[in-house]
């Protein structure tokens, strides 16, 4: 594929996105009360949070694993 087409396609993309997250955004404003939207978001950050962590220490752990075959090897 042509990298100008593919660049074209991306940017498209993104932009579709935006549209649709801000049609998602006017739903949960529109049927949902500013509480209930704040107690949504923090335990979402929360959970990103808490995957972001176990993600990071899964990383380490294997690159430690790697590090050792390889001293082994060695």
């Not at 991306?10 to 704040?38: G, H, L, N, R």
């Not at 790697?66 to 060695?74: A, G, Q, T």
């Amino acid at each position: 594929m042509n990298i100008k087409i593919k660049a074209a396609l991306e940017t498209a993309f993104i932009f579709a996105t935006m549209i649709v997250a801000v049609y998602i955004f006017q739903f949960f404003v529109e049927y949902f009360t500013a509480e209930q939207i704040k107690t949504a978001f923090g335990l979402g950050t929360i959970i990103f949070c808490s995957y972001l962590i176990y993600s990071l220490r899964l990383s380490e752990l294997e690159t430690r694993k790697v590090l050792d075959k390889l001293d082994n090897k060695n």
